[in-house]
């Protein structure tokens, strides 16, 4: 009799757990903040910039504010863009606004903008573009992924598009992450460099420190060799080349013959005929989707004995949800020990879950009573 009452208690507390026992909320890769206006964002230049509600036409002074526009899915906002932007699809039948240097401020306001997004690269036309009475958001430059990360989102919050903000940050981390885990792997992480070139005759311009080059090079499994030598792109002499002497050189479509001219022709890159190529246009502009095809393809190139095409995150893979609807579903998910104890099931016990187990456990205790009578 004593070993059918802690039988019995066995099996209580065990029908105690399943009965109470909570549904686990399902899981997102990212949350947001559901997009609210009017709203009112400071720029890098301190101006406080206010939407009433979301612009229906956005004029973009630099191909990564078009980039991350396409990537956010919003790319029927956009009516005006720079010529290096017609590598989006449909870029090129939106009005181009170019100068020979940086914006015409005249073409961006006949393109009757709601907002001008002007990255870094046109700092010197933003006060132009307020004098001519539009509204433009300033961003800082972009020096690491997370800057990046930070300008997609704020894109998205004055555009009205934070759930595909929110979706293209997880997708971009969810490749980051993705990339980290496989350069983990890695003995050794080769040395590279980026010359931009110069004009003849003067010292080349190369990618150096603080740079979001130099960041998606190194979530590549990759060492900028010259990232101690300046930040920005410092201009090296040829002995300072030759002293970091690069294992890898990047080199963009039709610039592969960079390897056979000095300095780089002496490294051990030269020398060895080490290049990776990449694509330029990812190369200099700061958006989600540089950040994405560089890293991938540059670790393919530089560690192809561990790197596989599986390592890629589909954007389809990515789902995000608003910050209210988690917490909806992380209140459902708990119940309250009352609120479990007033559930009366309409269904039959092995139709509703966890209550198969219950009939489990009670089958089990009246086979242990019919035993414990017949002796």
Request: include cysteine.
């Amino acid at each position: 009799m004593q070993k059918l009452s802690t039988l019995c208690i066995v099996a209580l507390v065990l029908i105690s757990a399943v009965a109470v026992a909570p549904v686990a909320a399902e899981e997102h890769d990212a949350t947001y903040q559901e997009c609210e206006f009017p709203v009112t964002v400071e720029d890098a230049t301190g101006e406080e910039i206010t939407l009433e509600e979301p612009p229906d036409r956005v004029t973009t002074t630099s191909p990564s504010a078009a980039q991350i526009m396409w990537e956010l899915d919003a790319q029927d906002q956009v009516v005006g863009v720079t010529r290096f932007a017609t590598y989006l699809d449909g870029a090129s039948e939106r009005t181009d606004v170019s100068a020979q240097f940086g914006v015409n401020i005249e073409k961006v306001a006949n393109t009757t903008p709601d907002l001008v997004l002007a990255p870094n690269t046109s700092a010197g036309n933003v006060e132009g573009l307020r004098s001519a009475n539009l509204t433009v958001y300033h961003y800082a430059a972009a020096t690491e992924i997370d800057d990046i990360r930070e300008q997609t989102r704020v894109t998205g919050q004055l555009t009205g598009n934070c759930e595909a903000a929110a979706e293209t940050n997880a997708w971009m981390d969810a490749n980051v992450d993705a990339i980290s885990e496989v350069t983990a792997e890695v003995d050794k992480q080769p040395g590279v460099m980026y010359s931009l070139g110069g004009q003849e005759g003067q010292d080349p311009f190369i990618v150096g420190g603080n740079t979001f080059v130099t960041s998606m090079l190194e979530a590549a499994g990759a060492n900028n060799v010259a990232a101690d030598e300046g930040t920005g792109y410092p201009q090296l002499s040829a002995e300072v080349i030759l002293e970091l002497d690069p294992e890898f050189l990047i080199v963009t479509e039709g610039g592969e013959s960079i390897v056979e001219s000095e300095p780089y022709a002496s490294t051990t890159a030269g020398q060895e005929g080490n290049t990776i190529t990449l694509q330029v246009n990812y190369l200099s502009q700061p958006a989600p989707r540089s950040v994405v095809f560089t890293t991938h393809n540059a670790t393919e190139q530089l560690h192809p004995e561990v790197y596989s095409p599986d390592t890629y995150v589909p954007r389809s893979d990515i789902t995000v949800i608003s910050e209210s609807e988690a917490e909806a579903q992380q209140e459902t998910a708990t119940p309250t020990p009352s609120e479990a104890q007033q559930e009366t099931p309409t269904e039959t016990a092995d139709s509703v879950p966890g209550f198969g187990a219950i009939a489990a456990l009670v089958a089990m205790l009246a086979a242990a009573l019919v035993a414990t009578r017949r002796r």
